[in-house]
């Protein structure tokens, strides 16, 4: 069984740019999460995805992060126009349906940006 | 608000047992989880503890304590390839997940 992927595994982008990120998680996985590690600091939680919808998008930065997922399959996150504080490792990560004792979460190998 | 403390380094050596500790400091409670990330990688799901108590699987045992906020990973016969990243998450409403600044463990001969 395939796992989470995500694309591109790194990229490099100037001030103002624009970037958007892919995930693909785990097939019939229902949640998909979004985390940002930023160099230093811990993982941090940007959005929750049941299927298509945006169960609990907290997390997310500011008006210039956008997460989609479209058809409830994979989700992409765009930043625009991404700023030097956006550069750090964006993970995905999906579960099951939730039920049950509990949901592991099934990480991505996440995606590096570096904003110039 | 949501808080986890874990130490930021351990060295050990090969062949020994270590416990890595976590405090956690969080609302509406669903759990707390381990993972293993070596440098580059995705994390992988190590352990999952909602209950009181211990969680045996191989090397790999994980505690919780939920009256006090704590939780260790106890990781015995270590093996070089043990060296790694160790993240202590509280799983939250939603089940999204509150990690800690994981603690990096080395594995010495």
């Known amino acids: 069984e395939a796992g989470v992927t995500q694309f591109p595994s790194h990229s490099v982008i100037e001030k103002g740019q624009t970037v958007t990120l892919r995930c693909d998680p785990i097939?019939?996985?229902?949640?998909l999460y979004w985390y940002r590690r930023v160099m230093g600091k811990e993982i941090k939680f940007l959005l929750h995805?049941?299927?298509?919808?945006?169960?609990?998008e907290s997390g997310m930065p500011n008006n210039r992060f956008l997460a989609e997922r479209t058809g409830g399959t994979y989700s992409t996150l765009k930043v625009q126009p991404a700023e030097l504080e956006d550069s750090g490792v964006y993970f995905c990560a999906s579960s099951q349906r939730q039920g049950g004792t509990y949901n592991e979460q099934f990480f991505g190998p996440g995606t590096r940006l570096t904003v110039l | 608000g949501q808080n986890i403390d874990q130490p930021t380094e351990m060295t050990a050596t090969e062949g020994a047992i270590v416990q890595i500790n976590c405090t956690y400091q969080t609302s509406g409670f669903n759990g707390l989880f381990w993972y293993q990330q070596h440098a580059g990688e995705a994390p992988t799901f190590l352990s999952y503890?909602?209950?009181?108590g211990l969680e045996e699987k191989g090397r790999f045992s994980s505690f919780l304590s939920r009256s006090k906020g704590y939780s260790y990973l106890l990781l015995k016969e270590l093996q070089m390839k043990d060296s790694a990243s160790y993240l202590c998450?509280?799983?939250?409403?939603?089940?999204?997940?509150?990690f800690g600044t994981g603690t990096q463990l080395k594995v010495e001969l």
């Open positions: 097939s019939g996985h229902d949640n």
């Open positions: 995805f049941v299927k298509e919808s945006k169960q609990d």
């Open positions: 503890n909602v209950l009181d």
């Open positions: 998450a509280a799983a939250g409403g939603g089940n999204k997940l509150t």
